[in-house]
C-alpha cells in the first residue's frame, strides 16, 4: 500500500518561506496526480496545488506566484516551496496521490493522504 509521509511545517512570521516535503513509498514518476491540500479547523479540505506527472503544474487562485510545487522522482518525494506566507495560509497541509485522470481539485478524486503537516503563519 502507498503511503504518503509529510513534513517541513512549522512557525513562521508573514512574509516568510517554508519547504514542504512529502515522501511517497512509490516511484512518483508513475502517479499521475499528486497534490497539496490544506484545511482549516471547521472548514473543507481544499487544494492549494497540483502535480501532474507530464510536468504540469497547477495552483489555487491565492498562492499563484508564491507556491512551486515540484517533484524528484529520483527521491520519490514532492515539495511545495512556500514564499511570501501570509497569516491565512495558516493551516495543515496535507500532501494526496490519484492514479486517475485527468488531475482534478476535488479531495474526492485522491484515494492516498498523508498525515499532515502544520503550518502557521504569524502576523
Known amino acids: 500500500q502507498v503511503q504518503l509521509v509529510e513534513s517541513g511545517g512549522g512557525s513562521v512570521q508573514a512574509g516568510g518561506s517554508l519547504r514542504l516535503s512529502c515522501t511517497v513509498s512509490?516511484?512518483?514518476?508513475?502517479?499521475?496526480?499528486l497534490a497539496w491540500f490544506r484545511q482549516a479547523p471547521g472548514k473543507e479540505r481544499e487544494g492549494a496545488a497540483i502535480?501532474?506527472?507530464?510536468?504540469?503544474?497547477n495552483y489555487e487562485e491565492s498562492v499563484k506566484g508564491r507556491f512551486t510545487i515540484s517533484r524528484d522522482n529520483a527521491k520519490n518525494a514532492l515539495y511545495l516551496q512556500m514564499n511570501s506566507l501570509r497569516p491565512e495560509d495558516t493551516d495543515m497541509y496535507y500532501c494526496?496521490?490519484?492514479?486517475?485522470?485527468?488531475?482534478?481539485?476535488?479531495?474526492?478524486?485522491?484515494?492516498?493522504w498523508g498525515q499532515g503537516t502544520q503550518v502557521t503563519v504569524s502576523s
Open positions: 494526496a496521490a490519484s492514479w486517475a485522470r485527468p488531475c482534478r481539485w476535488s479531495p474526492a478524486w485522491y484515494n492516498v
Open positions: 512509490h516511484r512518483t514518476y508513475s502517479i499521475p496526480c
Open positions: 502535480s501532474d506527472s507530464d510536468g504540469g503544474a
